[in-house]
């Protein structure tokens, strides 16, 4: 199990959640990552750890008991070299965690990523399209042949690893089934930073590694652009205007559409207010996508305090903190 943690974090769930796992717990070994920047936290960890096959949990991602013991028969196939699941908010949530857990796994606002917050089908061969970093397991020795992660990128240094993994003719699996439990942002705020900084990784996953798949990860700045660019054509060929609108009519179109599904959960009001975040997972995504393609890619040795403290613990030992 490999966690990454802040310097000075003191309640780390995922260690609990760990702790619970049905698992032998000499087989189990607990490496919580201390530092600034989880790629590096991850890749000491990683040249750190023991075990054949690595768990990677974000700080706060609580799996359900059983994961290990169902994951394991997924790697008796050599070819397997990752297998990922949902990571879903809690029941207990508050309302507004929930709504945005109802954008994050809609189909509208992250197209098929949102089966990293859903379970979607079954046990199903994927792509880095579905999988998510705070809940996925892999072969360490297939990540050490790689280098590790890419130190350059956060967030996205998982889906570019996961790329590279394919390439080589390695498979990915989502199951639906492997569960964490992992409540969303708190308030509007850290969400829309949070839609901010997938965009923004995502355009420097690009730059370091094209590849085909992101493609459709365009489609939100390009939207941006078209609505900045609206208004100028209506201004400069207002007998255009109604032939500039016709996308924005099927984008509303589409979202409405999106609502009635939604409601069909059985919360009409979580759905309702899920509408604007819709469309505004698309303007963030799309501005933090354009501020991505031209950030400085800074290395290691560029980034200020990237030391890392690793903790290996037992079962029953406390993290410092």
Known sequence: MIIAARPEQAEIKAVTGSRALDYPAEKLEII?????QPSVQRNAALK????????????DSVPEPKNLRRVMGHFLDPSVKMVGGPNLCPEDAPALEQVFAMVLSSWLAFGPSRARYT?????????E??????????????LLALGGFNEKLYP???NALMDQLQNDGGKLLYDAQLIVHRRPRSNLKAFAKMLMTYGRGRAEQFRVHPTLGSAMNFVPPLFLIYLIGLPFLC???PGLASIGFVPLVLYTVAVIFQAMVLTRTGKARHAVLAVPLVFLTHVLYGFGFWRGLFTKLKSPAERPSMAVVLEKLTRTETPLG
């Open 32 to 36: 919580v990552a201390r530092g600034k």
């Open 48 to 59: 750190a750890a023991q075990g054949e096959l690595i768990y990677f949990l974000d700080d």
């Open 119 to 127: 379970p979607v089908g079954t046990v199903r061969e994927t792509s």
């Open 129 to 142: 399209k579905e999988l998510i970093l705070c809940n996925l397991i892999s072969r360490r020795a297939d």
């Open 156 to 158: 996205n240094e998982e």
């Open 235 to 237: 201004f400069v060929k």
